[in-house]
């Protein structure tokens, strides 16, 4: 046999490398977890709603649920959408006193605001499966809601019939309220009636207080004099009177040369003159008078008191009783036909003597010298008043009746308003116009309540118009008998007049301006300590 070289070598079988080798079981490994991986999975969240029951099915079309909510996606959305329209639910539930459904909502309500709550803590979505039974609980407690007629058409019926029954009632709140308020702002307080009666006790049974008041006789000569800064109030309320007295010497820079004329009825008189008698008002001159001693006050001459013979005209403001048997409650109030109320317009009469004149209403207070208003110039008109047209509500047609052609033809509709209760008057323009006459011609042409329908301020408005001189806005300040004020104004104003029916001496007052009022009475004043005045 032939002996093989020494450099001849048999051929070796190759194996496969150890890298390919690694690479294999690589594979396999991570075929076998796909394998594994398949048959874990979870279902189609989709399935779990196609398996439910043919009765889920028939809620889910009832409730028009569409794909879009319940996508996996907008879980969070779903449960919020759900919760709002459960608590719209829950109001129709309590307003149709079914509470024990109201409560189911609210209790389920309270399950997926947890949910959502939860999940923002830990700041990861919501998942279907954490969610699915709540969004299937409330789905179910929905689609009730809706067979109970719990949907839109029906809603909306029914907020219909309850906006309706609301509007009714708040009308007859309002007639209710405009009523009491008005008779509350008419009666007189138990204190102030007590007041009075003890007041006209004591004029006459203390002889002292009427020899005191002869004693001030030496002021008939200030009374006439022109030099002087004259005042007067017309009123039958004492307490009220006193506090525009007080308030007006309190805050005067020379009190000497203030004269206070009072003008009362003949119920008030005595009471009237036994208290500013025992007061001292800071050396202020002060006269009071009754208007029955006014004998040229009469039915011939005025024709507020010749309407008052007029059966009609009596049941109307009397009675509350007219033509057409539903006359509002503010215009029935006889103090609009009152002499006293009426009386402003006779004042140069009342006054002969004067040139110069300060008319105040017994609702305001006075926290600013007044002299400076007589130094005044009127460019020749008669009254000095403050405008109050800065709203268009204020102007001449909100008070008077302008489909009448005696107003339409006379008087600008938009001319300015101005306000009774802090007005200059200068007499002698007064008398030289016969203001007192255009009065009684308007009056007499409102005979039948077709011009204006109460009140003094729409006739003055007709007899002062074309003689009115507008006044700076800072001498009187008004509204605070019934709306909020501007605390600057208040603060700036000369004299604060609260008019309106919330008066301040009435628990209906307002009490955000009481204190106002209340600085300028005393009450630890013996006589209002019994009369219990607060």
């Known amino acids: ?280 008002f800071l050396g202020v001159t002060i006269d009071v008078q009754k208007i029955e001693d006014f004998t040229w006050l009469n039915t011939s001459y005025v024709p507020v008191l010749k309407q008052l013979q007029d059966s009609e005209t009596k049941s109307y403001y009397f009675s509350g009783t007219g033509n057409d048997n539903r006359t509002p409650i503010k215009f029935r109030n006889p103090k609009y036909l009152s002499m006293l109320n009426h009386l402003r317009f006779y004042i140069p009469e009342v006054f002969p003597e004067l040139k110069k004149l300060v008319f105040l209403d017994d609702d305001v207070i006075v926290q600013k010298d007044l002299s400076p208003l007589f130094s005044i110039d009127l460019s020749g008109n008669v009254n000095g008043a403050v405008e109050t047209c800065m709203e268009t509500f204020h102007r001449y047609h909100k008070y008077l009746n302008y489909s009448h052609p005696l107003i339409r033809e006379h008087f600008d509709q938009d001319a300015c308003g101005w306000a009774f209760g802090m007005n200059i008057f200068d007499l002698v323009q007064w008398r030289r116009r016969n203001v007192t006459g255009i009065y009684h011609y308007w009056q007499e042409k409102n005979v039948d309540r077709t011009l204006w329908k109460l009140g003094t301020l729409p006739p003055g408005l007709l007899t002062f118009y074309g003689l009115t001189e507008p006044l700076n806005p800072s001498w009187h300040v008004l509204g605070l008998g019934y709306t909020s004020v501007d605390p600057q104004l208040i603060e700036k104003g000369a004299v604060l007049h609260f008019n309106g029916n919330s008066k301040p001496w009435l628990k209906i007052g307002m009490e955000k301006y009481k204190p106002l009022w209340d600085k300028y009475v005393d009450y630890s004043h013996p006589l209002l300590l019994q009369c219990n005045a607060h």
Not at 74 to 93: C, G, M, P, W, Y
Not at 187 to 202: A, F, H, M
Not at 253 to 277: C, G, P, R, S
Request: aromatic share 8%; proline share 2%.
């Open 1 to 280: 046999m032939r002996r093989r070289g020494p450099d001849f070598r048999r051929p070796v079988r190759r194996r496969f490398s150890n890298v390919i080798w690694i690479t294999l079981c690589g594979l396999v490994i991570f075929l076998f977890i796909v394998v594994l991986s398949r048959k874990n999975r979870k279902p189609n969240p989709r399935s779990v709603y196609t398996k439910r029951s043919f009765r889920h099915d028939k809620i889910i079309e009832g409730l028009n649920i569409t794909d879009e909510m319940l996508s996996p996606d907008s879980v969070t959305r779903q449960l919020n959408d759900q919760i709002s329209l459960a608590k719209a639910f829950i109001v129709i539930a309590k307003h149709s006193n079914n509470l024990q459904f109201a409560w189911e909502l609210s209790a389920q309500i309270r399950n997926s605001e947890i949910l959502l709550s939860n999940s923002a803590l830990r700041r990861t979505p919501l998942t279907t499966s954490e969610s699915e039974a709540a969004i299937r609980d409330m789905a179910l407690l929905l689609f009730q809601a809706q067979q109970l007629h719990y949907d839109s058409s029906t809603m909306i019926m029914r907020l219909k019939a309850q906006i309706q029954g609301l509007e009714e009632d708040t009308n007859s709140a309002k007639d209710k309220s405009s009523k009491y308020g008005q008779i509350a702002a008419e009666e007189v307080p138990k204190s102030l009636y007590c007041l009075g009666v003890r007041l006209t006790s004591e004029w006459f049974k203390n002889g002292n207080l009427q020899r005191k008041l002869k004693e001030k006789s030496q002021i008939a000569m200030k009374l006439k004099d022109n030099s002087l800064y004259h005042f007067c109030v017309f009123s039958d309320n004492i307490l009220a009177t006193s506090v525009v007295v007080n308030s007006t010497a309190s805050n005067s820079q020379n009190t000497d040369k203030v004269v206070f004329h009072l003008i009362t009825d003949e119920v008030n008189y005595a009471a009237m003159k036994a208290w500013f008698t025992m007061n001292s």
